[in-house]
């Protein structure tokens, strides 16, 4: 049955995102979000389905005024400067594709606090906000210096100096037990556990009574009838209007 349903997952996307030539889908989405929408009704329509947490297809939106897209530079030569990748690759500094459109001598692309402008904007059809950043923030490092990083975090890669060590506490996040700490000579031990939590905090006595109190008065099953803006179910959907209708004219 998982498999099944894996293989319909991996069928659901839309021919121009599969392939090894093919664009990141966040990039695709961006550039034209109607060819992934039925892709993302199908997918919708399967968390239904088998019973998993449903999320909202079409959202509900509340404003008439165009949201803010972001542009980066490769939208930028594909959509506005019409270039190949080849083309763009070629060029350097990517900030020479930027000066074809925009004046970057101008007074919203200058440095300031140390950040500078990297290649993002966004825009909603009338205004700009240009994005400025650090030059060193967010820097991918190499794979070397990133498992340098990760051995620096385990105790096993430190024992030469904590036998040097005249005191030290090791502190243990477990499952059970939210903090293990043992002294060096394994004498003194501090645990506080998930159990103490839930006594101390009383979530799990007030959990308890929430749950009752749901079965007791019905409440559960009142709100395994409410329909819901999130189905892919037609008549589900047109239930959900009509009870939207029904409650905003009492509310009135």
Excluded at 86 to 110: I, M, Y
Aim: proline content about 3%; aromatic content about 8%; glycine content about 6%.
């Amino acid at each position: 049955m998982e498999q099944e349903l894996l293989n319909d997952i991996l069928t659901i996307l839309t021919p121009v995102a599969v392939g090894a030539d093919a664009e990141p889908v966040a990039y695709l989405v961006t550039v034209d979000a109607m060819v992934f929408f039925p892709a993302y009704c199908r997918l919708s329509r399967h968390y239904e389905y088998q019973g998993y947490f449903q999320f909202q297809v079409i959202p509900l939106r509340s404003s008439l005024g165009q949201s803010h897209q972001r542009i980066d530079t490769t939208i930028l030569y594909q959509h506005i400067l019409q270039i190949t990748r080849a083309a763009a690759e070629s060029v350097a500094d990517k900030s020479e594709l930027w000066e074809r459109v925009f004046r970057l001598n101008g007074k919203a692309f200058r440095s300031r606090g140390g950040m500078v402008f990297d290649g993002m904007i966004s825009t909603n059809g009338t205004d700009v906000s240009v994005y400025l950043k650090h030059p060193n923030a967010h820097r991918r490092g190499s794979t070397r210096k990133s498992k340098a990083e990760v051995k620096q975090m385990y105790i096993d890669n430190h024992l030469q100096e904590l036998r040097s060590t005249p005191n030290i506490v090791a502190i243990d996040p477990n499952k059970r037990d939210i903090l293990y700490c043992q002294g060096r000579n394994n004498n003194n031990n501090l645990r506080y556990t998930s159990n103490q939590r839930a006594n101390e905090t009383g979530s799990r006595h007030y959990r308890k009574q929430r749950e009752a109190l749901r079965s007791s008065h019905g409440i559960d099953v009142i709100e395994s009838r409410i329909p819901t803006h999130k189905t892919m179910d037609l008549q589900g959907y047109c239930r959900y209007l009509i009870y939207r209708s029904a409650t905003t004219v009492s509310r009135t």
